[in-house]
């Protein structure tokens, strides 16, 4: 999860529903910056029928959820020290 991330991030788009490509969008990542294109609906597996925009970067270690995509649906994320929960 990131807390300062405007849209989630997956590596593999299969896992997205409605693939298409859009606007190029740079990203800040951790190597530097990389540009998006491609974009599709997250399916999570929490509340009912919670899905969210993400974008397809392939070189990405991680898939990463944006905070803030969560907080639209009502969903607050809980930070204890050491324990991330949803």
Known sequence: MDTG?????????SILENVC???????????????VDTYGDLQ???GEGVKV????????????????QLREHGIRSVLDPGVEAL
């Open 44 to 46: 999570l597996p929490i």
């Open 53 to 68: 925009k993400a974008a397809v970067l392939p070189e990405a270690h991680e898939n990463i959820l944006a905070e803030n």
């Open 21 to 35: 490509k859009g606007n190029k969008m740079a990203l800040r990542t951790l190597n530097g910056e990389s540009v």
């Open 5 to 13: 991330a405007e849209i989630s991030v997956v590596n593999d788009e």
